[in-house]
């Protein structure tokens, strides 16, 4: 039940609803309190709602936002409370002490503060924002951009503002209950006065020196910038702050290209999502802006979604525009028919180009070119699997499976995700397998976010593992090496302690001009972050028993570090297991819809080397024979054929693949723009000729 509130009310915890409740049910609370009178319930009541409101705008609840759709946003919240304690005061019969009207007085100006207030806060917001916003670009050395204002003045602004009401609800508040008006008088002042010096302290932020300079220079300034640069390959990227992934998952391919790389992007929100790197970034939200842009150095420009956004630079001629997507897998988005409007479609390997041939929607096959898939060099290659306990290991060494679970999917159709129907027989026969294995569990992190059913199935699946795992610690087949483990998380404590001190407040610029100017990334602290990264995963597996159970939430470790510590997975139709084929190892899918193995087969071209699930499980104990024993594993060479169809050759690799392709593409879009230079210039010369 609370899970179902927790949905319907737009929260995200318990604790969110709880505050949500407390604050719509503390309005009637002080109205009944008004009008009984009674100055502590009041008192009490209002403490509630002033506490609960900042907490859900601390946790950014979308219940909050959804309030002022109903006409019940933060001022009229605020407003509502103080009307009531007018009320409250007349029910105490001081309507004719001068209490009542210095409250009256003071909501009135108070009020009447907040228009100024507002004005400026909207005004030095509207004269930052700069019309780009970038990343890596040199702004500093070219144009003046001053200091932002102190954060505290403009983060939850309004909220600030209308906070300041508290000393005099205090203070009236004691005077009614001590029947004496210096204690509200007292608070009166002192709203009055900070609400008064906030005005105040904006108000030197909207002269010339505070703001930076107007659009038209801003916009000239990268147009000098991109002169001197000449980016040659760029990556172009829209769409919402659920989709930034799809672009952070280019980005070190970027940073590995031959040619000089720019990151082009269109939503502000991308950018504040965007993942650290050393490539120039762009974030232009105006088409017309970008249009105007002079880009005339770039040669390929790279789409990694199809959005109708994508116009505004595939109507330039002087580049090659090629789809790249952000994925390789069976869904319908991979033929999208859009991707014809491109000069090339990059596929990982040969099952891209046979699912376009298939699809049969327009995209030609002399247009697709295979690349591989350069994100996947992290995976490491299968080296067989580590002896367990009963073949003498003395540490009780025993085979990784990983589980990793897709989510729900916003339709709520079972068959998208094993965890509901098959996931607790899944855990169960891998946690009583004999001989032993250990479970790595990484569920998706969106897991429970639409379907109650999902999450519950989750939490059964976290209680299993963790039991298991406290179970394992006892059985004396399995030692755990209490030196090396602490040695371990002493070294987790440096690296962590290193890497915060590393990020400090670096992201925290005071507004997105700011972070433009100063927004250069320090090259040598990020390769020291990046091999910190590495350490930390390291030291991570290594501080706690290898034959230990484990559930893996959170950003780190990532899905490729399990991949690299297990030696077999299982999963559900995603692009988790087209990833997952990289590293060569075998891999079960759970057909969660039940339509038959031959036919999921059919349907999916990343299972036809895999061992197929029912949602009983009952055929898990193919692929742990094929762990323990390779020699005998029936479908290694079928996953050997299928990852070099699906993904391409190993060598060369992926990332000199795509640096090749994109040199073809690059002269090819040189040769075009030579030869409309040479049609022009001989036009010229008949003109010339003939006058």
């Not at 039940?594 to 499980?617: D, P």
């Amino acid at each position: 039940m609370i899970s179902t509130a927790i949905r319907v009310a737009r929260v995200g915890s318990a604790a969110e609803l709880a505050a949500a409740v407390l604050m719509l049910a503390g309005y009637p609370a002080i109205m009944v309190a008004a009008l009984i009178p009674s100055v502590p319930a009041f008192a009490a009541a209002t403490a509630v709602t002033y506490l609960a409101d900042h907490y859900l705008h601390r946790q950014g609840s979308y219940l909050i936002n959804r309030l002022s759709k109903v006409r019940a946003g933060l001022s009229i919240r605020f407003l509502i409370r103080q009307l009531l304690l007018i009320l409250l005061l007349a029910r105490l019969d001081l309507s004719d002490n001068l209490i009542f009207y210095g409250a009256t007085a003071c909501f009135i100006a108070f009020y009447g503060l907040q228009a100024p207030h507002g004005a400026l806060v909207t005004l030095i917001r509207n004269r930052r924002r700069l019309p780009v916003a970038t990343r890596n670009v040199d702004l500093a050395s070219r144009i003046r951009i001053p200091d932002a204002p102190p954060m505290g003045l403009l983060s939850r602004s309004a909220e600030k503002m209308l906070h300041l009401d508290l000393a005099a609800v205090v203070g009236i508040l004691v005077a009614a209950a001590m029947d004496y008006a210096l204690p509200g008088f007292i608070g009166i002042g002192v709203t009055i006065a900070l609400g008064s010096l906030y005005v105040l302290a904006l108000m030197p932020y909207v002269s010339r020196k505070k703001i930076p300079p107007n659009a038209d220079e801003v916009l000239a300034t990268v147009d000098d910038w991109l002169r001197d640069y000449r980016p040659e390959t760029v990556l172009y990227f829209s769409g919402s702050k659920d989709s930034a992934y799809q672009v952070n998952m280019w980005l070190e391919t970027m940073e590995q290209l031959d040619s000089r790389p720019l990151i082009i992007l269109r939503e502000r929100v991308i950018l504040q999502n965007l993942a650290p790197t050393t490539v120039p970034v762009i974030c232009v939200p105006g088409g017309v802006h970008l249009m105007n842009m002079d880009l005339s150095a770039v040669r390929v420009a790279l789409y990694a979604a199809n959005v109708g956004k994508n116009i505004h630079l595939l109507r330039v001629p002087t580049m090659k525009h090629v789809f790249i997507g952000h994925g390789d897998s069976d869904k319908l988005a991979s033929v999208n028919p859009f991707s014809k409007a491109y000069d090339e479609v990059w596929t990982a390997g040969r099952a891209g180009r046979d699912r376009y041939a298939i699809a049969d929607v327009g995209v030609r096959d002399e247009d697709i070119v295979e690349v591989g898939r350069p994100q996947l060099a992290p995976i490491q290659k299968w080296q067989g699997t580590p002896e367990g306990p009963r073949g003498g290991a003395a540490d009780g060494h025993c085979p990784t499976v990983l589980y990793a679970p897709t989510w729900e999917g916003w339709d709520g159709d079972p068959g998208n995700t094993s965890l509901m129907l098959a996931g607790e027989n899944i855990v169960k026969k891998l946690l009583k397998a004999d001989p032993p294995v250990r479970v790595l569990y990484k569920p998706h992190p969106f897991t429970g976010t639409v379907l109650a059913k999902a999450g519950a199935a989750h939490q059964k699946v976290t209680a299993l593992i963790e039991k298991a795992a406290t179970e394992r610690a006892t059985d004396p087949r399995f030692q755990a090496d209490a030196a090396a483990q602490a040695a371990a998380k002493a070294e987790l404590a440096r690296i962590e302690a290193r890497l915060a001190v590393l990020a400090g407040n670096g992201g925290d610029k005071g507004d997105e001009a700011e972070a433009s100017r100063d927004g250069v990334v320090d090259v040598a602290k990020y390769e020291e972050i990046a091999r910190l990264r590495g350490e930390w995963n390291d030291a991570y597996w290594r501080s706690f028993p290898v034959w230990e159970h484990r559930v893996v939430t959170g950003a780190e470790p990532r899905l490729y570090d399990c991949f690299n510590v297990s030696d077999a997975m299982v999963s559900d139709i995603s692009s988790v297991v087209s990833d997952f084929i990289a590293s060569g190892k075998p891999y079960a899918v759970t057909d969660s819809a039940e339509v038959g193995a031959e036919e999921f087969k059919r349907q999916n071209t990343a299972v036809r080397a895999a061992t197929i699930l029912s949602n009983s499980a009952a055929e898990l104990g193919g692929l742990l024979d094929a762990v323990r024993d390779p020699a005998a594993d029936p479908l290694a060479e079928d996953r050997v054929e299928l990852k070099q169809y699906l993904l391409g050759p190993d060598e060369p690799t992926s990332i000199e693949q795509f640096n090749t392709a994109v040199a073809n593409l690059a002269i090819k879009a040189e040769a075009r723009n030579v030869g409309q230079e040479s049609r022009e210039a001989a036009s010229a010369a008949e003109a010339t000729t003939k006058a």
